[in-house]
């Protein structure tokens, strides 16, 4: 008798057993149930729940669903505090270290916008979730560069890039599940 056959449904019987129990439960709630254990495994949990319960779709999503509404809430973010920028140097600064810092943070929104947010869209459309985590954790480095801009002086984008971080984190999170 050939041994393969019974390698092989040992090796499937092995691989099936070993899959995380969690990952599998998460997979299986709907609705406000799916919203909370999804949020329990974020860094931020009630951040989670306000952003995920403000889009009136998410207790008919899945996981792909919930990531896909914090990628928007993290392009919604970005586009706000390039706003808030684009106001700010209007505003015009005498201070040349504060214009720069500006300049430089309008250039990492930006590139949050253009090519963190459209890599994790692309990222989770393409079944690549890996791909969409690297995006969002690509946009909370951006956040944290654009107040590191400031080198030790107030800057006026505290709130925004805090924001930024912790949406990213979360879309990270939820993202990673997917994995």
């Not at 990531?67 to 928007?72: F, G, R, S, V, Y």
């Not at 005498?94 to 692309?122: F, M």
């Not at 030790?152 to 925004?160: H, I, R, V």
Request: glycine share 4%.
């Amino acid at each position: 008798m050939n041994p393969l056959p019974l390698i092989f449904i040992t090796l499937v019987i092995a691989a099936t057993i070993s899959v995380p129990v969690s990952h599998c439960r998460i997979m299986q709630l709907k609705g406000t149930n799916l919203i909370e254990e999804t949020c329990k495994q974020t860094p931020h949990h009630d951040l989670c729940i306000h952003y995920l319960k403000s889009d009136p779709q998410s207790s008919k999503k899945d996981v792909t669903g919930l990531a896909l509404i914090m990628i928007n809430t993290m392009k919604t973010q970005a586009n706000n505090a390039l706003d808030k920028i684009h106001h700010l140097l209007l505003q015009g600064s005498s201070e040349p270290a504060l214009k720069q810092a500006l300049n430089e943070c309008a250039g990492r929104y930006r590139a949050i916008v253009e090519a963190d947010v459209a890599q994790a869209n692309a990222g989770l459309q393409k079944g690549d979730p890996k791909f969409a985590e690297n995006g969002a954790n690509d946009a909370a480095i951006e956040a944290t560069s654009c107040e590191k801009s400031f080198e030790g002086k107030k800057s006026p984008l505290t709130n925004d890039n805090n924001a930024m971080h912790d949406v990213a984190d979360i879309t990270a999170a939820i993202v990673r599940l997917l994995l």
